[in-house]
């Protein structure tokens, strides 16, 4: 019988120049806006790039390729850990800071679920059947909880857990649940004329708000990675991705 052999890929397309009319209408001069800042904070946030444009690929080289891993089934959680990492990117340098913490929250709890399915395919098994029935439903919320996650992960690494732990409630304080915290760091409140004017923040500029968001990204990059060398610590190694991990973790 012939071995089946199992490789973690992933795909995308470059993009090209833009096309007649673009801009010309209120969304796609928006995400015209979107671009242009992001080529700012890749002038001028050359440092902070540069990490996540590190991190980013320690994350491609850990995933793409991968030989029948083993366990299986954490790598396609970290696959798509990984697409969010890069969303949370562009977001974040094109200062869509606020919206940005709800792609960094899935980053992280897709890590977080890799590492809670582990090899025990009948939980995987059980967690793809979640639609199947409301039975099924209701045990799956009742087995995959935020809690059960972190229990898991505390469990194999303390100093890891905490800081999944850590950034996971600080992505829900500033805009990945709506909370005060991420709510006014994107809005303004202006008086005139005895008119109060509340005003939200679409696309950041640079200052501290954009500061924090890339630290933070970067943060949720590492978390990821280490979590992705708890289940792979062979592949991990056998890349050398220790070494250029704490190059860049030097600066966190």
């Known amino acids: 019988m012939q071995q089946v052999q199992r490789r973690i890929l992933m795909s995308g397309r470059k993009q090209g120049p833009a096309p007649e009319h673009w801009g010309d209408d209120s969304l796609t001069d928006y995400l015209e806006n979107c671009r242009n800042n992001q080529f700012a904070t890749f002038v001028g946030r050359e440092a902070e790039v540069g990490d996540l444009i590190a991190i980013d690929g320690m994350l491609k080289k850990l995933v793409y390729g991968a030989k029948d891993p083993n366990p299986f089934v954490p790598m396609t959680f970290l696959l798509r850990a990984h697409s969010a990492y890069r969303s949370a990117s562009g977001a974040v340098m094109a200062g869509q800071l606020y919206e940005a913490q ?69 992505l829900i304080d500033f805009g990945a649940h709506p909370n005060e915290k991420g709510f006014s760091m994107s809005s303004t409140i202006r008086r005139e004329n005895g008119d109060v004017h509340i005003e939200a923040v679409y696309l950041h500029g640079d200052g501290l708000p954009l500061r924090s968001a890339l630290r933070t990204t970067a943060q949720v990059g590492i978390c990821v990675l280490r979590i992705g060398q708890t289940l792979y610590p062979q592949r991990f190694n056998d890349l050398d991705l220790e070494t250029e991990l704490q190059a860049v973790m030097k600066r966190f």
């Open 102 to 170: 709800a792609l960094l929250r899935l980053c992280l709890e897709h890590s977080g679920y890799g590492h809670y399915i582990g090899g025990d395919n009948a939980m995987w098994e059980r967690w793809m059947r979640r639609n199947d029935s409301d039975a099924n439903r209701a045990a799956v919320r009742q087995e995959f909880t935020a809690n059960k996650v972190k229990k898991k992960l505390r469990n194999a690494d303390g100093k890891l857990a905490t800081a999944y732990e850590t950034l996971y409630e600080q």
